[in-house]
Nanobody
Framework: QVQLVESGGGLVQAGGSLRLSCAASGRTFSRYAWFRQAPEKEREFVASIKWSDSSTTYADSVKGRFTISGDNAKNTVYLQMNSLKPEDTAVYYC?????????????????WGQGTQVTVSS
């Protein structure tokens, strides 16, 4: 059974950092991504990584502040978030896809974690 389990969320002041983790079990996927959803907003793409070559894609809103990475041995994906802003406040979801192309669309990701809350105070 495929499972994606996120951890690492919490409360942080603006300008601070957090690292999210997503431990995958059951199988390895072609691509992993982080999405986020703020209250009363659509779920939005944050970043993705292609497992075979570690190539990455970022949303413009987080480029230069967030870094997605993976650890093959642990089958774990990370999202290092620096210079956090109040507008980064959201539930962050880990997602996995069998597609190699760099989709930013949630329907292209068939497996999802339960989400972890990130709150950035001003």
């Amino acid at each position: 059974q495929v499972q994606l389990v996120e951890s690492g969320g919490g409360l942080v002041q603006a300008g601070g950092s957090l690292r999210l983790s997503c431990a995958a079990s059951g199988r390895t996927f072609s691509r992993y991504a982080w999405f986020r959803q703020a209250p009363e907003k659509e779920r939005e793409f944050v970043a993705s990584i292609k497992w075979s070559d570690s190539s990455t894609t970022y949303a413009d809103s987080v480029k230069g502040r967030f870094t997605i990475s993976g650890d093959n041995a642990k089958n774990t994906v990370y999202l290092q978030m620096n210079s956090l802003k109040p507008e980064d406040t959201a539930v962050y979801y880990c997602a996995a896809s069998n597609y190699y192309f760099a989709s930013r669309l949630a329907p292209d990701f068939g497996s999802w974690g339960q989400g972890t809350q990130v709150t950035v105070s001003s």
